[in-house]
């Protein structure tokens, strides 16, 4: 128990615990992945919202240019009917006193341009040093306004106000469809809600994974996601991918583990059972030498007078021999079944006629034991092509154990019938019993119950073991029906139809 204690905790230490750990690993730099995802992607929305900045800058600079050079003749009517998202264009004086608009009069947007006295100061300072800067300001929900001082007229201040949906769509939308391609989703919209203005795929829901504000209109951002999933989705896709393959790898592993663990246990133990098997060979070949050695010198040293007790050492001295020579024989054959070299000679016989040479051998000892017998023969079985020497030797292997783990109970039955098509041998003693769990271990190599009175009985381990092989060999089966306290009953089924 200890042994495989140990063997476990190897098994884990060089198994399990590597797998976890790498498990521990993964996961954690999934995350990690996830995050250099995310990097990349925010890289790309950089360089997106680089370029549609510049290019919203230079659609600007450009109309600054036409206006510029245009005004106040119409030259420029052209530029507001090429570019729809303009509303109009305001003038102004630079003290913001006189003012005219193009193409509709409004004076709103004068009031608007008024607002912005402070940008517009900071424009006339640029404006003085024959700098002209753009600056895009909120004018409503609908409109911004980019507000410049010419550098050609110092003395004008000039607004062109924007639709900001029409802006967005024809120009922006415009850059944006360029730079989307095939992998990714750009979009324009509201920072604080999920509506998009203009989308490159016009029918994706709101589900963007970054952002970042437009210059031109600080409250809309430029939107990316992923073609098809999101960056979420992938990334969660791919740790629940790899979470599963790391479970199924985990369990192979626990699998491979346990499986290698039981065979190192079984063999451990088959080990075990080994050992017991030379110390209890050792001693069953000392018992039966002992009881000759004595037996013949005392025969030797003629102290035995009566004739009738010379014939019963004589008689023991023969037994002891015979119980001998079978322990050595069921050795030989089983390490012969072992190395797989047992031959059977098959020969048509008389299965009736081997029982009864075993119980001939066995006569003595149910006299002394006081063994009461029940042979019940069918006289009618058909003979059967059988090994009969080895036929014998299982006989004698499980009357022994009839025998041997009598108890107090001293019967033997031993029957032959036919059943169909097949001849059945039946051995049954009202023995110690053999409980449930052991049934099928019993006919295991080495295998002997090691409680109650099998702790005394002598035995090998062995005898069963050879049983099975014999009758397997014949094409039959060996079937057990015990209880413990009660006895147990062997059943030998040779099938007539292979045998015969
Ligand atoms: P052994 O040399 O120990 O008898 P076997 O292979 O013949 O080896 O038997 C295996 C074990 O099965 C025995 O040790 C014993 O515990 C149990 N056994 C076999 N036959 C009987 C029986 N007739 N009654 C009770 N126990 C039995």
Redesign the pocket.
């Known amino acids: 128990m200890k042994n495989s204690k140990k063997i476990f905790i190897i098994l884990f230490c060089i198994v399990l615990l590597p797998a976890l750990f790498y498990s521990v690993y993964e996961i954690s730099s999934l995350d990690e992945t996830e995050e250099m995802i995310g990097q990349m992607y925010n890289r790309q929305l950089d360089a997106v919202l680089f370029s549609v900045n510049q290019y919203v800058l230079d659609v600007a600079s450009s109309w600054a240019t036409q206006i510029e050079n245009g005004l106040p003749n119409d030259r420029f009517v052209r530029l507001l009917q090429t570019n729809p998202s303009i509303i109009s264009v305001v003038v102004s004086d630079t003290a913001l006193a006189s003012w005219r608009s193009y193409p509709v009069r409004s004076p709103e947007y004068f009031q608007k341009l008024r607002t912005h006295r402070e940008t517009i100061s900071r424009l006339l300072r640029y404006q003085s040093v024959a700098y002209r800067k753009l600056e895009p300001v909120i004018d409503s929900d609908s409109a911004f306004i980019i507000l410049f001082a010419p550098s050609s007229s110092p003395s004008q201040i000039v607004g062109i106000v924007v639709n900001n949906e029409r802006f967005i769509t024809d120009v922006i939308g415009r850059k944006l469809t360029d730079l989307a391609q095939n992998d990714f989703i750009l979009a324009v919209g509201r920072i604080s809600n999920t509506a998009m203005v203009f989308s490159t795929e016009p029918s994706t829901g709101g589900l963007f994974s970054q952002q970042r504000p437009l210059w031109i209109y600080p409250d809309h951002a430029v939107k990316i996601r992923l073609r098809g999933t999101t960056i979420e989705e992938a990334a969660n896709n791919r740790y629940y991918r790899n979470l599963i393959l790391l479970v199924i790898l985990d369990l192979v592993l626990l699998a491979g583990a346990f499986f290698v663990y039981r065979l190192i246990k079984r063999e451990m133990e088959l080990v075990a059972l080994k050992s017991d098997f030379i110390s209890?060979v050792s001693h069953?070949l000392r018992t039966p030498l002992s009881l000759i050695r004595m037996f013949a010198e005392t025969l030797e040293m003629k102290r035995v007078k009566s004739e009738k007790k010379r014939q019963e050492y004589y008689g023991i001295i023969l037994h002891e021999t015979e119980r001998l020579t079978r322990l050595i024989n069921n050795i030989l054959n089983f390490s012969r079944m072992e190395a797989n070299t047992r031959r059977y000679n098959f020969k048509l016989s008389n299965i009736n006629e081997i029982i009864a040479s075993v119980l001939t051998v066995y006569s003595y000892q149910f006299e002394k034991l006081t063994f009461s017998l029940d042979v019940s023969l069918d006289k009618d079985l058909p003979a059967v092509s059988v090994d009969e020497e080895a036929i014998a030797e299982a006989l004698h292997?499980?009357v022994?154990?009839?025998v041997?783990?009598?108890g107090e109970n001293k019967y033997l039955r031993l029957a032959s019938l036919r059943s169909g098509n097949t001849i059945l041998i039946e051995?049954e003693?009202h023995?110690?019993?053999?409980a449930a769990e052991?049934h099928s271990k019993?006919?295991e190599?080495?295998?002997?119950?090691?409680?109650g009175?099998?702790h005394t009985?002598?035995?090998?381990?062995?005898?069963?073991?050879?049983?099975q092989h014999i009758v397997q060999s014949h094409g039959g089966t060996i079937t057990?029906s015990?209880e413990i306290g009660k006895?147990?009953r062997?059943t030998i089924a040779l099938p007539l139809a292979t045998t015969g």
């Open positions: 209890n069953e292997n499980l022994d154990n009839a041997k783990y009598s051995i003693d023995g110690i019993g053999i052991y019993i006919f190599k080495f295998f002997r119950v090691s409680r009175l099998v009985a002598k035995g090998s381990g062995l005898g069963l073991a050879i049983v057990i015990s006895g147990s062997f």
